[in-house]
């Protein structure tokens, strides 16, 4: 039973369901509860947010995928993430390793690593697995605003395989591990 989603630009939630990545570099949106992001699930749905997806910060290969919203109210879930591995990244020579193994540009990079004055970032290795039926669901008041985790209540979804083998996702998250380490 998945009962949360992790907002996340909709470009970098494309980059993810086709497999071109299977990393996300977080701190945390404006309005975190705590200040901070938390990897507090394990399993989520990945919803796809056009809030604050700035052109700016995203590679310029993936500009490409950067697109109006086509159905505002709505919310067109795409997949099931698991988290396969979280790297706290502290030093931020390390942070910058990752630049072709991520979206953002290094500039993003080093906004998000500095961002609160706390310099640190969640580096997420992920399996994501396209659903089998669409998903839909309408944007309620309680979806919106700039935070990472929204709970969606309960509900049943099923998953295909993921969008990687799992020999290439373990040769992503050793290459992950090891550029930081």
């Known amino acids: 039973m998945i009962t949360t989603a ?3 630009w909709d470009a970098q939630c494309q980059l993810l369901t086709t497999g071109d990545l299977s990393v996300l570099v977080r701190k945390g949106g404006i309005e975190e509860k705590q200040g901070d992001f938390q990897v507090e699930h ?3 749905l990945l919803y796809p947010t056009f809030l604050h997806q700035n ?3 995203l590679r310029p290969e993936f500009k490409p995928l950067l697109r109006t919203d086509p159905a505002p ?3 067109q ?3 099931l993430a698991e988290v396969i591995a979280v790297h706290k990244v502290q030093d931020e020579s390390r942070l910058l390793a990752l630049e072709d193994m991520q979206a953002l540009t290094l500039g993003a990079l080093e ?3 500095a961002y609160r004055g706390k310099p640190w970032v969640h580096v997420l290795v992920l399996r994501v697995r396209p659903l089998l039926a669409p998903l839909v669901l309408p944007e309620t008041e309680a979806m919106l605003g ?3 985790w929204v709970p969606l209540g309960d509900m049943e979804v099923q998953a295909g395989e993921g969008v990687i083998s799992e020999e290439e996702l373990t040769q992503r998250a050793a290459a992950i591990a090891q550029a930081i380490s």
Do not use: H, N, Y
Request: proline letters at 10%.
């Open 55 to 57: 052109p700016v910060e």
């Open 73 to 75: 109210g709505r919310v």
């Open 6 to 8: 992790l907002k996340e």
């Open 42 to 44: 394990r399993s989520f």
């Open 77 to 79: 879930v795409p997949a």
């Open 146 to 148: 700039c935070v990472s």
């Open 111 to 113: 906004r998000r690593f």
